[in-house]
Each structure stands twice: as C-alpha cells, then as structure tokens.
C-alpha cells in the first residue's frame, strides 16, 4: 500500500531576468517549492491504493471495498488485510466458557470441534463430527445401510404423537445423532443381524401382554398408535378389519383381538365396548397403545369418546395386563 509522500526541493537556477519583471519572477521562484511539493502529494496520493489479494490479485481480493484511508472493508464473509481469508460456518459450540446463565453453547466458528481452513472457508472436523459447522454427531459406520441415522428431535418425533412434547427445544437437540434400526437388525450401528426372540420354556406361570382400547360414539373416527406409528379407525370398524387395520402399523406385533361384550364394531353407542389385544408373539412388556379421539385440535370422534389402558389399568371392567414372558435371543 502507497504512503503519501511530501518531498521539499531545492532549485538552484541563475537567469538573467529584466528589471521591471525581477519582482514578479522573484515572487513564483519563492513559491516554487511549495508548489513542487503539492504536486508530488497529490501524485502519490492518486498512485496510492488497497492492498492487492495475495491470491489473485484484485484490490482488496474482489470481497471488499477500499475506504479512503486505503483501508479494505472486507465483506461478511471474508476477512484480513486483503480480504483474502474465507470464513468458516458457525454452530452451536460444543464445548466453550459459558458468558452467561444457560449460555454455553453459543455459535462459534466449526462448532468448536474442528479447523478452519482460511483458504476455503471449510472446516475440517474432528473425528466423529460431521456437518457444514461440524455441528452435529456422526452415525457409525452409517448405520451399516441397515437403520436410518436420526437426530434426538427426529427420534422423539418418531414416538410423540398428538400434544406430546418433543425433544426440540434443547441445544442438542439437532447435534446429537444415533441410528434407528430395521427390525432384524441391533447394535449401536445396526450391524448385528437379530437371532429369534422367545420366551424361556422351563419357566412358568408367566402371561402375554393384554392392552385394553374402549370406545363409546356415535359418528366419526379415533386414531390408535404404537410405537409413533399410527392409523385412523372408523367408529364402525368389525373385528376383523380392525385386526387388518392393526396389521398396517409399522412394527406393530402380531396380536390377538377379541370384543369384552356383545358389541359387534370397535365403538358402541350405548355402552363402552372393550377391545382386547393380546400380544401373542412379541413377549414381555410392551409400548402403551395411544388412542386420541382429536388430533391437532380436530375432533374426529363424535358422540362420545375413546381411552387405552396397559400394565394393569382398568378400562370397561377389564384389568390390562403387563407382559411376564421373557423376550430373549
């Protein structure tokens, strides 16, 4: 970068001037030096300008502009004397000296788990952190292509249904990844294939889970879900295409529906019909069935009202009942 420089001469010069022009030449030749000096100032000054881009030579790099101290003012994403210098992403800091109450995890370049490269503003990271910021945990071996790799908010999404709450608000929320197998598929990264489950034959006087879902309307329809995986069932629904609609559920086990009383569809104008689902195949306790008569502030259900009950609760003067079995490899 050019500084301005003001140089003073000296000119020595003998010239034979007329007397009546030696005043006014005697004043110019005064001035001469100041007048010598102003032109090398501005000379300079025009010649002076921003540092040029070590990489490619543009003034201030081409990502900023030159004030008028021939200073670069680099854009939002660049940075350094020149401008040359790329900035990483930010993410919320894995680790850092907390600034205030409940303040640790502010953003911070690479999330602090990796290294910014200048050049390409790209961070490496380090081992087991992935992500534009390095913002968020890794799956193993990626889930072995036998399980998705889900973050704890799509994970709790994944089993929260209705109202209930989610795992999204917390700053780990979106950071924190593991893998979601296939059935037939366990470990932290899916890659075990799952020998046969069953129950220990030489023990006995152990029972099957029995879940309880009562229904009383008139008109509409009820939502059952298992597990976060649900269906949508008619108030009108026979034995047997509620079994069919059971069968749809992602992951739902194969069971054994009976009505407690005389109704003949899942939902009973006059009395509470209690259906019985017994879990005849997946042994041991088992996930709540979830019934909701509404969802997202719409009701479906009309003229009356659906409830589910497991691991002992009553529902229509029947007892629910937790699984004993075993449910061994």
């Known amino acids: 970068m050019w500084n301005a420089v003001c140089l003073r001469v000296r000119l020595q010069v003998e010239v034979v001037v007329p007397l009546q022009l030696r005043a006014p030449f005697t004043a110019v030749m005064q001035r001469l030096p100041l007048l010598i000096s102003a032109s090398l100032f501005l000379f300079h000054a025009a010649d002076a300008a921003c540092a040029r881009g070590v990489y490619n030579n543009k003034i201030c790099s081409g990502h900023g502009s030159c004030n008028p101290r021939n200073l670069c003012e680099c854009d939002a994403r660049h940075f350094g004397f020149d401008c040359s210098q790329k900035r990483c992403p930010l993410g919320p800091a894995w680790v850092a000296p907390a600034r205030a109450t409940d303040d640790a995890h ?30 968020r945990l890794e799956c193993p071996h990626a889930c072995d292509g036998a399980g998705q790799c889900l973050s704890l908010k799509e994970l709790s999404a994944t089993y929260a249904v209705g109202s209930e709450p989610l795992y999204d608000s917390v700053w780990d929320a979106e950071m924190i990844y593991g893998c979601k197998c296939r059935k037939g598929y366990h470990a932290y990264d899916c890659s075990l294939r799952s020998c046969p489950r069953g129950d220990d034959p030489l023990t006995t006087g152990q029972k099957n889970e029995v879940q309880i879902v009562q229904c009383t309307a008139t008109g509409g329809s009820f939502f059952l879900f298992f597990s976060g995986q649900g269906a949508q069932v008619p108030f009108d629904t026979t034995l047997s295409q509620f079994q069919s609609i059971l069968a749809t559920i992602p992951n739902f086990p194969r069971v054994k529906v009976s009505f407690g009383g005389t109704a003949k569809t899942v939902c009973s104008s006059a009395t509470a019909n209690a259906i019985l689902i017994e879990f005849i195949y997946d042994f041991g306790p088992q996930p709540p069935i979830k019934v909701m008569g509404s969802l997202k502030g719409v009701a479906y259900l009309t003229g009356g009202s659906v409830f589910a009950a497991s691991a002992g609760g009553i529902l229509a003067g029947r007892t629910s009942v937790q699984g004993t079995k075993e449910w061994e490899f």
Do not use: I
């Open 106 to 135: 502010y953003p911070v370049e690479c999330s602090n788990k990796g290294v910014c490269d200048y050049e390409e503003g790209a961070c490496t990271c380090d081992e087991g952190f992935v992500g534009s910021a390095c913002q």
